[in-house]
C-alpha cells in the first residue's frame, strides 16, 4: 500500500493510527477506503454529533426519531408518516441534471427503505443570482429538469418547496429534497441485520464504478481539484428504482423481510456495517457474488461503489426464494451474497480469500467524535451596527412593490413548478403556490398533511441563534396557515468548512436555536442531514439550515389557502407590525444592503398567534389564511390578491416608516380573512385569546389599494400578476 | 361496467385510475398485469400515465410488446373499449390502434398544469354525459404530447370526426396560443374509426372527485358506465 | 460478432425542437457561423449473428419494429463485423 | 459550408439505463444474439467556417461547452466540407 494513502483518502494521521489500534495492525487497501468512507464526516457526523445533540427528539406522536433510515410518527388510524431530508449540492454543482436526480431517488429510498409508500415530495433549492449570473440560470435549469426527470418518471409528485436567489450560493448551490411517506404502522421495516444465519441480499441495480469516494467528496471543499473526482456523479435511472419500490413495498407485505437499507452514500459498505451494527451483529459476505455491471471490479471498488437504485436486504432464512420471485416478477435482480454472523464482524470474502475483516461497529460507532472549535465571526458586528437610519424614504411605494414582487426570490415560482408532476397520485389538495404549504388528502379518510420547507438563510447569516428559531417557527406558522397542527421536522444543515471557526458557531448557534424553537412549538426532531463544506475558494455558502416540517389536518375539508376568495370578505392581520427592516430582502434589493439585525422572534407570542389562527381555520370562520414573510405584509397582500385574482382596500395606521411598515419581515404575524357576516364572531374569540389584531380592510375590486399616512399603494391586480408570474420565465429565456 | 387497469413496468397512474373506478364510480375493477394474457373479462381496458419502460428509446415503444397488449388489439379489434390516457394514448399510437404519434414538447419540458377542452363530440361511449362543445378543465402532465400525424391522416381524422377534444382557451375558442404543446389543429384526444378506443393526453382522473377541486373528468368515466347501463336497459 | 450503428433522426418535414434549442443556444453563445442543427439518436447494437447479411436482416427488423417509429422518424444502419 | 455529425455517448463506465432498457426489449422480443445496446446523441450541425480546422475547432468548443458534460459523456465528432 502507497504510504500515506489514508491522507490522500481524506483521514488523519490520528484516525489512521486509531484504525491501526482497533485492528491490531496494518489495514489493507479495501478495509482502509471502508474506513475513510465510513469515518467521512458525511457518514459519521463526527464534526457535528455533539451538537445535533441538542434537538428535541421525543414526543407523543414520534415513533421512530433520529438513527433509522427516515423519522416515522403516528397520525392515528393506525397510519404514520415517514419523512426524511437529504441535501445533493456538490453533484448538482458539478453535473446539474443527474446530480439533483439522484438526490431525489436518494431520499425517495430512504422512504420505502421503512415500508412507507412515498406520496409527496417537496424540493429546497438555493442558487446565485438569476439575473446576473449565467451559471446560476444554467444550473437552476438543469436542477429544475433533474428534479422534475426523476420525480416525474418514478410518479411521486412533487408538491412543494422554495428557492431563494443570492449570490452566496453561484458557486455551490444548495439541492435539498424532502420526500414524504405514508404507512401502516404495521408495516414498518427497519434497518437491521438481525438474526444469525439470516440470508443477506443485494437487490435492484447492478454495481458499476460510479460514484466511488462520493462520502469523500462531499466532505470537501469544491475546487478545480473536483472536477477531477468526476467519476463521483451518477447517472439515475427512475425507472430502475419504481421498479424496486414496488417489489420492496410488496416484499415487506409478505413479512419475510428482517431489515432492509438502501445503498446510498458509501454503497455496500455503509448498509451492510450500520445494518449489523444496529443489530449487534456481523455479516460476511462474498463479493464474487455481487451482481456487476463491468468487468474487473476488485473489493475495493464494490465495496465503494454508489451506483443508484440497490439496497441491501435481510431475509428470513429459506425464504430466498420467495424474495427472488417477487423481485423476478418486476424484472429485478436479487442475489444472497452473504449471512448474518454472531462474531459482529464484517468479514468480506472474494471466493474463498477474506478481503476485509472489521468489527462492524468500528466503522460506525468508534470514530472520533471532534469538536470543532467555534468564534464569532467578525462581519456580524460591523453588520449589526449599521444605521439603518440614514436611508433615504421610498419615494414611490406602488413601484417599489412591482420591483420587490419581480425580484426571483419573491416572484412565482410557476417556471419551476409546471415542470413538476404535483398531482399524480391524485392526493394534491393545495398543490405548488396555492397555499403555505402543500396539502395532501390521506385517502379513505377525513385526515390531511400539510408539507412545507423553509429556511430564510439571510437571517441566519446575521443571527444565527434567531435564524435558526425563525426557520423552525415559519415552517410551523406555514402549517397552521393551511389548517394543519405541526407534528415534527426534519432538517437539512448545509453550511460551510466545519473547520473554520467561524462556520462552526454559525453552526452550534443556529441549531442551538433551532432546538428551542422546536421544544416550544412541541415539534421534534426525527432526522436530517448535515451537507458541510458548502465552499468555493474558500468562500461559504450563507448558513442555510433548512426545516421540513409535516402536520396533520383532521378535517381535510376545512384546508385554507392563500387566495382571496369572495368580495367584502374582512382583512385581518394577527400579530404585530414593528418598525424593522434588518434582514428584510427589500434592505437586499431595494438598497442592496445585507444588514441590520434579523427580526424579532417572540416564541411565546408566535405561539399564541399560531393557536389563534388554527383555531379559527378549524372553526371554519377564515376563508383565506398567509403568513407574513419574506417582502413583508405588502408583498403578502399583492399575493393573496395575485392568487384570488381579488383586489382588496386596506388601510395601515401604525405610526412608522412606509418601507418598514410595507416591507418590513416582522414575525409572528398571519393574514386572515372572514366573511363579513362572522366578523365579530371572529373579533370576540381574538379579545378571548389577547392575541394582538388588526383589522386591515376588505376585499374586493381589481386594484390593491393600501393607504397610509401620507403614502399610497395602488396597484391593478393584472398588473402585479404579470410581473409576479412571469418574472423568472422572462429570465430564463432571455 | 367492468373495468381493467393495465399495470406496466413505469405505470404511475394506475392506482389513480384504480381508485375513480373503484371508489369514485363504485364500478368492479381489476389490474391487468402486462406480462400476462388474460382480461380478466373486462369491459373497459384502461391503459393508463406514467413512464412505461421509464420512456425509454420513445415512449410508448416499448410497452406496446408486452404479452398482454397482443389481447388488447384482439379486445379492441372486437368492439371492447380501450381508453388511452397520456403514456396509454402514447402506447395506442405506438402499437396503431391509433393513427399519428405523440412528440416532444416544443418547449422541451414536462408541462403539469390545467388545460381548457373542447369537447367535439357527445355521440361517443366515451363523451355521452358531455354536452355538445362543453368546455371542460383538465390537467395535462407530459413532456411529449405534441400529437403529430402526415396531413392525409389529420384530414382523414376532421373528416371523419374522429377528433374528441381539442385544446382550447377559457371561451371555448381554438386558438395557438391555447394550444399547450403544438399539437396539430390542437388535438388533445382522438378516437378510432369504429368509436371503441380513445386516447388522449390530459387526465380525467385527476380531475374527478370534489376534494381535487374539479370534477370534469368523471364524466367522462360516467359516460361509459351510463352507456352500457343503457344498452342493458334496451 | 456484429457491431451496428444505428442512426434514427427526425423527418425531414418533421419540426426537431431540440435541435432548434441547440441552434439557438450555440447562436447566442456567438457561434453566429452555425446554420443548423439537428438532434437524434445514436444507437450502437453488440450481436452475433451467423453472418454479417443474417445481422443486418436483424437489425433492419429491430428498427421497424422498435428502434424507430415510421410515423416521424427514419433510421440509417451501419454494421461492421468485430472480434 | 461544413457539415459535423457529432455524437455523444455516456463514458463507459457510466450507466447507460436507456441502453439497459433497450437490451432487454429486444432480448424479450427474441433478438437473443444481442449482446450490448449503447443509447446516445446523434447530432448534425451545419456551419460557415474559414476552414475545415477553424471549423473542428469551434465544434471542439461547443462540445465542450454545451452538446456534453464531460463528467459523464464522451463525445466524437466528423466534420466534412460540402457544397
Ligand atoms: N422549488 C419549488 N418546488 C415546488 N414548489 C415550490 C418551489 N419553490 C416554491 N414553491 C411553491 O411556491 C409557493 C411559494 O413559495 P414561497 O415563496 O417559499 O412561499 P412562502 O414564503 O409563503 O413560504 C409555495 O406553495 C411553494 O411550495
Ligand atoms: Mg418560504
Redesign the pocket.
Known sequence: MKEGLWREMGLSDQEYQQIKDILEREPNEVELGMFSVMWSEHCSYKNSKKVLKNFPTQGPHILQGPGENAGVIDIGDGQAVVFKIESHNHPSAIEPYQGAATGVGGIIRDIFTMGARPIALL?S?RFGSLSKSKKSRFLFDGVVAGIAGYGNCIGIP?V????YFHPSYEDNPLVNVMCVGLMDQKDMAKGAAAGVGNPVMVVGARTGRDGIHGATFASEELSEASEEKRPAVQVGDPFMEKLLLEACLELIKTGYVVGMQDMGAAGLTSSSCEMAARAGTGIEMDLAKVPRRETGMTPYEIMLSESQERMLVVAQQGKEKEVQAIFDKWGLEAVAVGRVTADGFMTLKENDTVVARIPARALTEDCPLYEPEAKEPAYLSRAREYDLSTLPELEDCSRTLLAMLATPT?AS?EW??KQ?DYMVGINTVAG?????A?VLRVKDTKKGLALTT?CNSRYVYLDPYRGGQIAVAEAAR?LVCTGAQPLAVTDCLNFGNPEKPEIFWQFKEAVAGMSEACRELGTPVTGGNVSFYNETKGEAVYPTPVVGMVGLLDDIDKATTMAFKNDDDIIILLGQNKDELGGSLFLSIIHGLEAGRSPELDLSLEKLVQSTALSLIKQGLVTAAH?C??GGLAVALAECCIAGGKGAAVLLTDNMKASSLLFGESQSRILITTPKGKVDTVLALLAETKVPYKVLGDVGGEELNITGSGWKVRLAVAVMEEKYRGAIACLMNS | MKFGVVVFPGSNCDADCFHVVDKVLGQPAEYLWHGQEDLKGVDCVVLPGGFSYGDYLRTGAIARFSPLMDKVVEFANQGGFVLGICNGFQILTEIGLLPGALVRNPSLQFQCHNTYLRVERTDTPFTGSFTDKQIIQVPIAHGEGSYFADPATIERLENQGQIVFRYCDAAGAVTPEANPNGSLHNIAGIINEKGNVLGMMPHPERCSEEILGNVDGRLLFESLVKGQQGGESR | MFKAIITVNFKKSILDPQGTAVLKALKSMGYSGVEDVRVGKHIEVSLEAENIDKAKEQLKEMCDKLLSNPVIEEYKVDVAEVR
Open positions: 424540493d433549492l412533487t412543494g418547496g422554495e428557492i419573491i415560482k419551476v413548478f413538476y405548488p403556490g396555492a397555499a403555505d402543500a423553509d406555514n403568513d414573510s419574506e
